[in-house]
Nanobody
Framework: QVQLVESGGGLVQPGGSLRLSCAAS????????VRWYRQAPGKERELVAG????????FYQPSVKGRATISRDSAKSTVYLQMNSLKPEDTAVYYC?????????WGQGTQVTVSS
């Protein structure tokens, strides 16, 4: 089992940047495939980006491609999501999801608000 804690959210102006962190504890985090999701008010949760257990394979939702970078630091058991050129439509609660086989775990989320 793994416990996930997201951090790094906040209020940022359009065009600004944030780095979200997903810190894991409780299990060998390097064995998990990790995804970032987000959920805006009144909308369904959507996949933003993902990274494989080796940190070599990544993917991004088209709306964030070129503005987001997902990475992982196995020594710190942490996955990061760097978001640049933020837009108001990026406003949402961002969640970290870790998956290994049939087991999946979620963090509590971190709020990102993009507004002037």
């Amino acid at each position: 089992q793994v416990q996930l804690v997201e951090s790094g959210g906040g209020l940022v102006q359009p065009g600004g940047s944030l780095r979200l962190s997903c810190a894991a504890s409780g299990s060998t985090f390097s064995n998990y495939f990790v995804r970032w999701y987000r959920q805006a008010p009144g909308k369904e949760r959507e996949l933003v980006a993902g990274i494989d257990s080796y940190g070599l394979g990544t993917f991004y939702q088209p709306s964030v491609k070129g503005r987001a970078t997902i990475s992982r630091d196995s020594a710190k058991s942490t996955v990061y999501l760097q978001m640049n050129s933020l837009k108001p439509e990026d406003t949402a609660v961002y969640y970290c999801n870790a998956v290994q086989g049939v087991f999946g775990y979620w963090g509590q989320g971190t709020q990102v608000t993009v507004s002037s």
